[in-house]
């Protein structure tokens, strides 16, 4: 079955760690994007990319960082600099950057320790 | 700048119709989408306007006004599987970026 995959599901943070959350998508999608839902505060973007070795800062950058490497794969690392980490992580996909829906992995809640 | 708008929180009857309404401001308009979001949960597409009107969908309808920058979601016969946070998001013109609301809390009594 084709889809998106975010693993893992549940993430523990110490304090000055990084940690990477896991995306990948078997749908031939080219635009892959990460998203961070804190309650109350409806999805925010954090990084996006259109096509293969090649990303943008969404509006909450600042502590994160990505790579695209690989169609299939969008990794988010959360660095020791995001100092508040805590959120639900949503990685998604489209099939091209315009027009098109997007389509969302099942979410990676991480908490500090 | 940039701003979507909706309530936070409604509350239906089961059976009953109810309107969600969602209001923008942004740099160019390439779009609109309606999600649907179980608490927990991925959110899950419901509909997409590009064009000035109404598209239905089942028990679902979305509307849109380009010049108003203003679109509602019309859920009818509702179930109480519809309770659920309800996203507007809108795709800006200016990047392509899709940007979301902060949601609305749809809550159905029997």
């Known amino acids: 079955d084709g889809g998106i995959t975010q693993s893992p599901k549940y993430l523990f943070r110490k304090e000055g760690q990084n940690v990477t959350l896991s995306c990948e998508q078997n749908?031939?999608?080219?635009?892959m994007y990460w998203y961070r839902q804190d309650p109350g505060q409806g999805l925010r973007l954090i990084y996006y990319s259109q096509i293969v070795n090649d990303f943008q800062k969404g509006d909450i950058a600042e502590g994160y960082s990505v790579s695209r490497e690989k169609k299939e794969s969008f990794p988010l690392t959360v660095t020791s600099a995001q100092k508040n980490p805590t959120a639900f992580y949503l990685c998604?996909?489209?099939?091209?950057?315009?027009?098109?829906?997007?389509?969302f992995g099942s979410g990676t809640q991480l908490s500090v320790l | 700048g940039q701003n979507i708008d909706q309530p936070t929180e409604m509350t239906a009857t089961e059976g009953a119709i109810v309107q969600i309404n969602c209001t923008y401001q942004t740099s160019g308009f390439n779009g609109l989408f309606w999600y649907q979001q179980h608490a927990g949960e991925a959110p899950t597409f419901l509909s997409y306007n590009v064009l000035d009107g109404l598209e239905e969908k089942g028990r679902f309808s979305s509307f849109l006004s380009r010049s108003k920058g203003y679109s509602y979601l019309l859920l009818k016969e509702l179930q109480m599987k519809d309770s659920a946070s309800y996203l507007c998001a809108v795709r800006r013109g200016r990047d392509d970026k899709i940007i979301f609301g902060k949601g609305t809390r749809l809550h159905i009594l029997p």
């Open positions: 998604a996909s489209s099939a091209t950057a315009t027009n098109e829906k997007l389509f």
């Open positions: 749908l031939n999608h080219d635009a």
